[in-house]
Every structure is written in C-alpha cells, then in structure tokens.
C-alpha cells in the first residue's frame, strides 16, 4: 500500500519534444506528491510539487497532472532541451502525521533529450 | 556551505567492517532524513529525526543498522558488519519540518555517500 509506481522506465525524445512521466500511488492517505530532478553524482533536487486539492500545476516548463480519481500523476516538460537531461522521481508522502516528510518514491525515469 | 553536505563522498570497505556515515542539515532544519539508493533504483527511506522527537526507524532493513542525531545539527549513520547487499548511495536530506509554511514538505538533499562493500 506504500508503494509509488513509476514508468517509462527510460525515455528519449528530440529537442523541442514533450516527455511525459506517469506515476500511480495506492495509499489514500498520500497529500503531497513531488518531482525530483537527479544529475549524476548529485543528490535528487525537487522540481515541482502538488498537492490533491488541484488537478494541474505549472512552474515553468514543467507542469504536473494529478487524477484524484485514478490515483495517478503525471510530470510533463514542455519544449525539452538537452539540459533536462537527467533521472526523474516521482515522490508521495503524508504532509501531517507521524509520517510527515517521509517520502515514498518511484522507481525513477532516465530521460535523455538530443540535439 | 547553504546546502547539506555529507562524508566521506566514497567508502569502500571490506565486508564485515563498521562504517559510519556523517551528514550536516541545513542550519535551522529541524527534520532530517536518510535514504538508501541502489544502482538503478529509487530511493528508500531509512529513518526520520524531527526535533527532539524519537525518530521513526521504520525504514532501517535490519538491527545492523543505527543513526544518531545531536539536536538539530548532524547526523550519523552507522552499518555494522557491512554486507555486500549494503553497497548503495546513502543520501541525506533535511527539511524546515512540521508546521512551517508554505513549502514545509520540500526536503533538500545532499550529494550522497556512495558505499561499496568489497
């Protein structure tokens, strides 16, 4: 019931392109589901973060769909550049509790962007 | 330094061994928590420290595991009689912690502890 699932597992797309990243999560009691950026060698950094009372947030070129419903969300990238090249996780925890903070992640993305 | 920084960056031990795994939270982050990684995989939670609060270990994989953590400073993590399945990156992050708006969840991370266990 704590498990984030993750996929594609790899992506690749062109320069210009819009990768899209889908994570489904089984516990109901999750409130707060962040995108990590991860560099190799490099800790995860967060990119974006939404909690369940909207459907889409937007930062940028980086935007995050949330299904309620279905229990699922999804990060895309508009106009990817080779610099986004990196891992992605997606993320979910409960923002009170005595699980605050404690983060459960996807299995990760690898997305690589070309020229 | 303004982010969280962790040593060694890299410990190879031999299996059996004691290591000890230091991290250093932001300053004026109450909420520290470790994370393992393997090669190729997300990250799993190991244990939380808020505050003075006892810390939720519910992540350690086994007895041989431990962290300590001084007030709202450093941290060490500590893996007794290393086993080659204990070969991962260790990272650390630190957050504000509980009630501090708006971005209270947002944990910052450091660039990790790469152990290898020969």
């Known amino acids: 019931q704590q498990q984030v699932k993750q996929s594609p597992q790899s992506l690749i797309v062109q320069k210009g392109g819009i990768p899209i990243i889908n994570c489904a999560y089984e516990?109901?009691?999750?409130?707060?589901f962040p995108w990590y950026q991860q560099f190799p060698g490099k800790g995860p950094a967060l990119l974006i973060a939404?909690?369940?009372?909207?459907s889409e947030k937007k930062e940028g070129r980086f935007t995050i769909s949330f299904n309620k419903s279905a229990k699922q969300f999804s990060l895309h990238i508009m106009d990817s550049q080779p610099g986004d090249s990196a891992t992605y996780f997606c993320?979910?925890?409960?923002?009170?509790?005595?699980?605050?903070?404690?983060?459960?992640f996807g299995q990760g993305t690898i997305l690589t962007v070309h020229p | 330094g303004a982010g969280v920084s962790q040593s060694p960056s890299n410990k190879v031990t031999e299996k059996g061994k004691d290591v000890e795994l230091r991290c250093d939270p932001i300053?004026?982050?109450?909420?520290l928590y470790w994370y393992r990684q393997r090669l190729g995989q997300g990250l799993e939670f190991l244990i939380y420290?808020?505050?003075?609060?006892?810390?939720?270990k519910s992540g350690l994989p086994s007895d041989r595991f431990s962290a300590e953590r001084t007030g709202e400073s450093v941290s060490t993590l500590t893996i007794q009689r290393t086993q080659q399945e204990d070969s991962a990156v260790y990272l650390c992050?630190?957050?504000?912690?509980?009630?501090?708006?708006?971005?209270?969840?947002?944990?910052?991370f450091g660039p990790g502890t790469r152990l290898t266990v020969l």
């Open positions: 992050a630190s957050s504000l912690g509980l009630g501090r708006a708006p971005r209270s969840g947002e944990q910052f």
């Open positions: 516990n109901t009691a999750f409130d707060y």
């Open positions: 939404i909690r369940p009372d909207v």
């Open positions: 993320a979910a925890s409960r923002a009170g509790g005595t699980s605050y903070g404690k983060l459960t």
């Open positions: 300053s004026g982050h109450t909420a």
């Open positions: 420290f808020q505050g003075n609060s006892a810390p939720d």
